[in-house]
């Protein structure tokens, strides 16, 4: 009877959840950029997972959702296991972008001499990994993305991110990490990509670092005449084509049966993210609730065959709430069993972002004050909705257009930098939990001085970015 209580007072409040308006005008047509996820519930204690406890006090501290979402906050528990745990005071990473997932315009030169082509629409050249495979054969491709994957990110690189103090990394990857889903009769994907990420993952494990593995492409194309989606579809041939599903839920539970079975190399991983920037029209996504849903089980079920218990189970991370947010939008965490998180992406200079208490305008003031109410209002509006905890999984400097924010204005940029940082951390107090900045690295020449508001170890060497992630040239940017 008290159960069924529950469900009078729940779900007509599920059913009244919708959407919130875009932060930024999506134009997927003339961009090749990123989006931000959103964090795993109960995930306060740097780790992979926690079983939270009920509190009946709200706080603003991230809470875990379930199956059937409730409104009412959680507290998270400790655990002896000091392994596979997101850090304490909140997440201080970057993306690793285009390392084990190119895409050309981070880095042009390299992917020139690797054979691949530079071209507007990704239809007509070798722009993406499918097509530069396809293009170079199977074995001369899996030696020019061994060298890639060898030299790109170094160890060196993953002392620098410590020296910065950096303690996480979001690493995009695509299905054909696992080599058993790709259909090579019609599919061309590198192989031998699966021991880089081992070592890579051990590198971070062993520095401390956490990581969120991010699934950024799937079987078919999840998105439109974009190279991050790994292969350039128009119209997008994973959504509704059970076989590409299937294989990308095969993918997503191998990963996870890696993560539990070598700690040794993963022991660091606190999530998998389910999949980036799906279109952000519901029409455009039949089955996505179903995807959804199935990603959490094809976790799920090999956690359960493993038998690992509640407190070491890895998150799963989906897009927000507020990404997908035309026609028939699916509500992530309706999806949710055990830890999960929620990711948000907000890019300025693609358009103007708009949130529950106004937009992030035209001038430097108004971006700073938009997102220093974290996302003018997105991350409340999400916590409404169950999308809780959230992160912010991609963002760079540039404002919403080169006048802005230009290489003259500095201390702006700075001062903008801070508030991205301050708006999705702990810290800045709108319940956030922290950011992945995109990317650590571009090769791209900076003579358009686009380089240093893109790629972090740039932004830092120029004194746009603080040496130490954990502090800020302008602490007061939000008050």
């Known amino acids: 009877m008290l159960f069924l209580s529950y469900l009078a007072i729940v779900l007509p409040a599920l059913a009244m959840a919708k959407p919130m308006k875009p932060f930024r005008l999506d134009q997927r047509g003339i961009r090749d950029m990123r989006g931000l996820k959103q964090l795993r519930n109960g995930t306060f204690v740097h780790k992979r997972a926690c079983t939270p406890k009920p509190s009946s006090t709200p706080t603003s501290t991230p809470t875990s959702t379930s199956t059937t979402p409730t409104s ?16 304490a005071e909140g997440i201080r990473g970057v993306n690793v972008g285009s390392w084990f997932l190119i895409e050309p315009y981070m880095m042009e030169g390299e992917w020139q001499e690797m054979g691949g082509e530079l071209c507007g629409n990704c239809m007509e050249c070798a722009n993406t990994e499918f097509d530069l495979v396809k ?28 020296k910065y103090n950096l303690n996480s990394v979001r690493i995009p990857i695509g299905f054909w990490i696992i080599e058993e889903t790709v259909n090579r009769d ?5 192989k031998g990509g699966l021991d880089h990420l081992r070592k890579a993952c051990k590198w971070f494990n062993d520095a401390g670092i956490t990581v969120l593995l991010d699934l950024h492409a799937a079987p078919g194309g999840s998105t439109r005449t974009n190279s991050f989606a790994g ?13 590409n599903v299937s294989r990308h839920l095969k993918a997503s539970a191998e990963l996870t049966r890696l993560i539990h079975s070598e700690p040794e190399n993963f022991g660091s991983v606190w999530g998998l993210e389910a999949l980036n920037e799906p279109p952000q029209n519901g029409d455009e996504t039949p089955g996505y609730m179903d995807f959804m849903t199935g990603f959490v089980k094809a976790v799920r079920d090999v956690e359960t ?5 509640k407190d070491n189970a890895i998150s799963t991370v989906f897009m927000d709430i507020s990404w997908q947010w035309q026609n028939n939008a699916g509500n992530p965490a309706f999806a949710a069993n055990g830890g999960s998180a929620y990711d948000a992406h907000t890019y300025y200079n693609w358009g103007g972002a708009g949130g529950p208490l106004g937009d992030s305008g035209n001038d430097i003031n108004t971006h700073i004050w938009f997102t220093c109410q974290g996302d003018g209002g997105k991350i409340e509006s999400d916590k409404q909705q169950f999308n809780t905890p959230s992160f912010r999984g991609e963002w760079w400097l540039l404002g919403k257009d080169t006048g802005i924010l230009s290489n003259d204005d500095k201390e702006n940029i700075k001062r903008f930098g801070d508030a991205q940082k301050m708006g999705y951390s702990p810290e800045g107090g709108k319940g956030g939990f922290g950011y992945y900045f995109w990317s650590w690295k571009m090769t791209n020449g900076d003579d358009g001085g686009w380089n240093h508001m893109r790629s972090y170890k740039d932004a830092v060497a120029q004194g746009y970015m603080h040496e130490d992630a954990a502090q800020y040239f302008y602490p007061d940017v939000c008050k």
Request: proline share 9%; aromatic share 10%.
């Open 186 to 190: 019609n599919e061309y994907y590198p």
């Open 72 to 87: 009412t906050p959680t507290t998270p528990t400790s655990s002896a296991n000091e392994n596979h745990q997101l850090p």
């Open 135 to 162: 293009k170079l054969g199977q074995e001369q491709a899996d030696q020019v993305f061994a060298k890639h994957w060898e030299t790109f990110i170094t160890k060196d690189d993953v002392d620098l991110m410590v």
């Open 231 to 243: 292969r350039c579809v128009d119209p997008p041939q994973f959504w509704g084509n059970e076989d």
């Open 305 to 309: 065959e493993l038998n690992v218990s």
